[in-house]
């Protein structure tokens, strides 16, 4: 049984599929938009000289978005 | 062919949509800005088997939602200007996303046409796509294209023409989409409604509206407004189904309809359109190997302090070999005009106010254009994504994107920058605030204009530390515009930060062309803001530095001993120097004094000297006549529109240090700051002084006793950050859309400057 924790807690190097989105407006809108949606697979490529922004990348391209945005997300450890 | 066709080009950001509008409309493309806001309008032609193609390049967008710019201007070109054909570019590597926008086009009813772009990238990362079962599946063209290499771009406009073609003069055939039970039924009624008003129906398809009411769409809420009861109803059916979503699925109707969306796509694909091979080297990967040193925590900001200072040498020591051309050809103008002129006003005119004017402003173009030149080449390259992902966090604390980072050091951040084309780099930056906070405080980097004040003042009094004090200052330029960013966002401008859900994209090598057309485009915007303003503003500064004229009184002392000295040099042949030093000296001393003064000075000077003239050799004389000229020149400075308002600041400047000379060249710095040196130059009766040969004026500051240590540190501090030069001003005027936040800049901005230059003058003079 895999776990599913918030999309902050993913180390680098981990694969995760996207569980729930929970972010209204702008920024769901934007996360959304952005390919960041629930069955979406995710791997943590790097985190940057500060720990934060993250950056992920998905299937075709790399995203960043911060550890505060991310925790608007949960994802299911592969 | 008969009618003009007109082709639209949609797609996300870095999918190529700009590589592609530059391979189709090549050299017969022009940029400008759409009325009223500053995302680019980028519009060209093309000649597809002899039909001239109009195509506009859409801002580039991951949505047809409303938050940004982009996609409401993307949105309304659609809705209003009803092209032919939409050609939507996509990134193939990132299919699923990217067809996102395009069913969001489907939905508008917009004719459209699909270019699956970099499809050379995607087989090289294992992708298979089958074009033929994807076009049959969504009804429409799809065309394989390598927008970098030109590869199928003459057949993608010709099936866009063609397909435009066919669809002429038919309606819009929008696509329908099921939601889902709990809104699909909500959407009906909706639509039923939207019908029989007719409300908005000639834009946009009745479920596009019902669409945007349930997704909340402000820009659309907006637009309803004014029709009363039918978006009240609207707006009502919407609230009562978001309220029960809420209540039953803890989701919403945006969620939903997103979900729903991207669940059509994905069953799309699943009917066998793409398959991967996932063990297959692809790009990403070579990219994240790139990122794993390029954005490394300790490596990744040692490089880009590196890249950053490789920029500002590559522009010095290669800008200033044309930025010398241009300067000996103003100079060149400057004398030629000066000879083939007769004496008087009109030649002053030409020559000081608009040939030295508008040649200092464009001396700085070739510096400007190779700074474009790299940053373009950052952009293209993807690593200015990589600056604002390392840089984020620190912005954020101050209020700041990390989107930020790049006005900032277009702006000076890199000292040599200037802030016109920084402040127009902030329009990539979404959040009003954000950018609102960046254009105000932008201004305090060390532009190239103020170098050369910098330069002056620094070579005198810091001669044995000039690169450290140099340094120091772009650092006190960089900690004045993170602070009072700071200040301005946790005060007048407050709000949260805007998202940095941003793409990352993959390096790529930037293509030559692209970097020439986005250099040009930039360094044309500065050639053609400056110019005019410039050209406005330095003519009238040198009226305020000209008129009122001296009287014809005022000036007969000084007439009077320039004849007699003409007459002692024919008549003189003596050696007498420390006589001929005593006047300079006298001279100097009057320069001290009021103008009615030192016009009794002269006379005194002249009784003086007659008792030496026949020791007093010519060389001495000339010198004096010279000095005659200076005190004569600064007698009318001194009594012309601009000296008076030196003198008129004097109560408020001295506690910062500065006399009205310096007010005059500040005043005057307020039209551009390289104005400085040379209305310094003016000030200090020393003509014609530019920043190349500042050594005289140099010389007569390191002379002046009223110079010390403390007034050059305050003055340093004050021209760093007081008001913004005028271009700029109206740069931040339509960034940020009010001549409100442009007074402001230049009112709180001078405020700051004045409050640190005189707390540095008061604690350096203790």
Not at chain 2, 114 to 124: I, Q, S, T, V, Y
Not at chain 2, 409 to 414: A, E, H, L, Q, R
Not at chain 2, 418 to 427: E, F, H, T, W
Not at chain 2, 520 to 545: D, F, H, N, P
């Amino acid at each position: 049984m895999s776990t599913v924790i918030p999309l902050r807690k993913l180390q680098v190097g981990q694969k995760a599929r996207i569980q729930t989105v929970m972010a209204h407006g702008e920024l769901g809108r934007r996360i959304r938009d952005m390919g960041l949606i629930p069955g979406a697979e995710v791997e943590v490529t790097g985190r940057a000289p500060l720990q934060d922004p993250v950056a992920l990348r998905l299937t075709g391209f790399t995203l960043s978005l911060r550890n505060n945005e991310a925790d608007y997300i949960t994802v299911e450890v592969l | 062919m008969s009618k003009k066709i007109t082709i639209a080009l949609a797609g996300n950001p870095n999918s190529g949509k700009t590589t592609a509008f530059n391979a189709i409309t090549g050299a017969r493309q022009h940029v400008g800005n759409y009325p009223g806001i500053t995302v680019d309008k980028k519009e060209g032609t093309a000649v597809v088997d002899g039909q001239t193609v109009h195509v506009i390049d859409l801002p580039g967008t991951y949505s047809l939602s409303a938050y940004t710019m982009e996609e409401v201007v993307a949105r309304n070109v659609i809705a209003d200007e009803r092209p032919d054909m939409v050609v939507d570019v996509l990134n193939a590597g990132a299919l699923e996303r990217n067809l996102y926008l395009a069913v969001q086009l489907m939905e508008m009813g917009a004719p459209l046409t699909l270019a699956l772009n970099m499809m050379d990238e995607a087989k090289k990362q294992g992708m298979r796509i089958d074009v033929q079962k994807l076009q049959s599946l969504l009804g429409i063209p799809v065309v394989e294209t390598v927008a970098r290499v030109g590869e199928g771009m003459d057949n993608l406009m010709r099936t866009a023409v063609e397909h435009a073609r066919e669809k002429a003069g038919k309606p819009w055939e929008p696509l329908i989409i099921s939601y889902g039970s709990d809104l699909d039924p909500v959407l009906d009624e909706m639509v039923a409604l939207i019908s029989k008003e007719q409300f908005l129906t000639d834009r946009y398809p009745a479920r596009w509206v019902a669409l945007k009411y349930l997704e909340n769409d402000e820009e659309m809420l907006r637009i309803g407004k004014p029709f009363g009861a039918v978006a009240t109803e609207l707006e009502t059916r919407a609230r009562e189904v978001s309220e029960h979503l809420e209540a039953t699925l803890k989701t919403y109707p945006e969620a939903v309809i997103a979900d729903y969306r991207y669940g059509y796509i994905s069953s799309l694909l699943r009917q066998g359109v793409v398959s991967r091979l996932n063990d297959l080297e692809n790009r990403l990967a070579t990219s994240d190997k790139m990122d794993q040193v390029l954005t490394h925590r300790m490596l990744g900001p040692m490089i880009m302090l590196g890249l950053l200072f490789l920029i500002y040498q590559i522009t010095f020591t290669i800008g200033e070999v044309p930025m010398g051309w241009l300067e000996s050809f103003f100079g060149w103008l400057n004398e030629t005009v000066s000879e083939a002129m007769p004496d008087g006003l009109l030649k002053s005119l030409v020559v000081s106010g608009i040939i030295d004017g508008v040649g200092g402003v464009m001396g700085f173009v070739p510096l400007i254009m190779f700074m474009f030149l790299q940053i373009a080449f950052l952009e293209d390259s993807g690593y200015m994504a990589r600056v604002a992902y390392m840089l984020d966090r620190v912005f954020r604390f101050f209020g700041l994107h990390g989107c930020s980072v790049m006005p900032f050091i277009v702006s000076g951040g890199i000292a040599g920058g200037c802030a016109v084309p920084g402040v127009m780099a902030a329009r990539t930056l979404r959040s009003p605030k954000e950018k609102l906070a960046t254009l105000l405080t932008a201004p305090f980097m060390a532009c190239g204009a103020k170098l050369p004040v910098f330069l002056l003042i620094v070579g005198v009094f810091f001669a044995e530390n000039q690169a450290l004090v140099m340094f120091l200052l772009t650092l006190a330029g960089w900690a004045s515009a993170l602070l009072v960013s700071k200040l301005l966002r946790s005060t007048i401008i407050k709000g949260e930060p805007t998202p940095f859900v941003m793409e990352l994209p993959p390096y790529r090598v930037p293509t030559f062309r692209g970097l020439l057309i986005h250099t040009w485009e930039r360094t044309w915007q500065y050639i053609k803001k400056a110019g005019t303003v410039i050209l406005a503003i330095s003519i009238l500064l040198w009226l305020a530095m000209t008129f009122p004229q001296l009287s014809d009184e005022q000036m007969a002392p000084f007439e009077a001993r320039q004849a007699e000295i003409a007459a002692l040099i024919e008549a003189a042949g003596g050696t007498d120097v420390p006589a001929a030093d005593e006047a300079a000296a006298a001279t100097e001393a009057g320069a001290e004094v009021s103008g009615e003064e030192q016009a009794e000075e002269a006379g005194v000077l002249v009784a003086e000297n007659e008792a030496a003239v026949s020791e007093v050799d010519m060389e001495a004389l000339e010198e004096e006549l010279t000095e005659i000229e200076n005190a004569m020149s600064e007698a009318g400075l001194r009594n012309s529109v601009a000296g008076r308002v030196g003198i008129a600041l004097e109560p408020v400047t001295k506690w910062a240090g500065f006399e009205w000379r310096t007010n005059i060249a500040l005043v005057g710095g307020f039209a551009a700051k390289e104005v400085i040196v040379s209305t310094l130059g003016t000030a200090y009766s020393l003509g014609e002084v530019d920043a190349e040969e500042a050594q005289p004026l140099a010389e007569r500051i390191a002379n002046d006793p009223h110079w010390t240590h403390a007034n050059a540190v305050s003055l340093l501090l004050f021209v760093l950050l007081y008001a913004p030069c005028f271009v700029t001003v109206v740069a931040i005027k339509q960034e940020a859309g009010s001549w409100g936040w442009a007074i402001f800049s230049t009112v709180f901005n001078t405020a700051f400057a004045m409050v640190v230059a005189v707390a540095v003058y008061q604690i350096g003079s203790l």
